[in-house]
Nanobody, 115 residues
Framework: QVLLVESGGGLVQPGGSLRLSCAAS????????IGWYRQAPGKQRELVAA???????RYGDFVEGRFTISRDKAHTTVFLQMSSLKPEDTAIYYC?????????WGKGIQVTVSS
């Protein structure tokens, strides 16, 4: 069992920034994928950003250079730096990890972009 705990969400004005953190109970060295997904009301969950094998990063098309995923040197925490936030970025953001067998999800954290 792997625990993923998200933090850093909240309310931000359009154009603002937030940094989300995902702390894992297991190192993500050699991980298949670890990253962030989001789900807005009435919409399907979608990929925001992820780190896959070899440290390659992937982003959802809507990101358009506004977000950056990274991880700490201990490879236990993954960050999502979000800038130029838009109201349509409002969603619950989930951390997901897969070490080769099954997916593990965090409980999610709310991000609200509103004036």
């Amino acid at each position: 069992q792997v625990l993923l705990v998200e933090s850093g969400g909240g309310l931000v004005q359009p154009g603002g920034s937030l940094r989300l953190s995902c702390a894992a109970s297991r190192s993500n060295v050699g991980i298949t994928i670890i990253g962030w997904y989001r789900q807005a009301p009435g919409k399907q969950r979608e990929l925001v950003a992820a780190i896959v094998g070899g440290g390659i990063t992937r982003y959802g098309d809507f990101v358009e250079g506004r977000f950056t995923i990274s991880r700490d040197k201990a490879h236990t925490t993954v960050f999502l730096q979000m800038s130029s936030l838009k109201p349509e970025d409002t969603a619950i953001y989930y951390c997901k990890g897969n070490w080769g067998i099954e997916d593990y999800w965090g409980k999610g954290i709310q991000v609200t972009v509103s004036s």
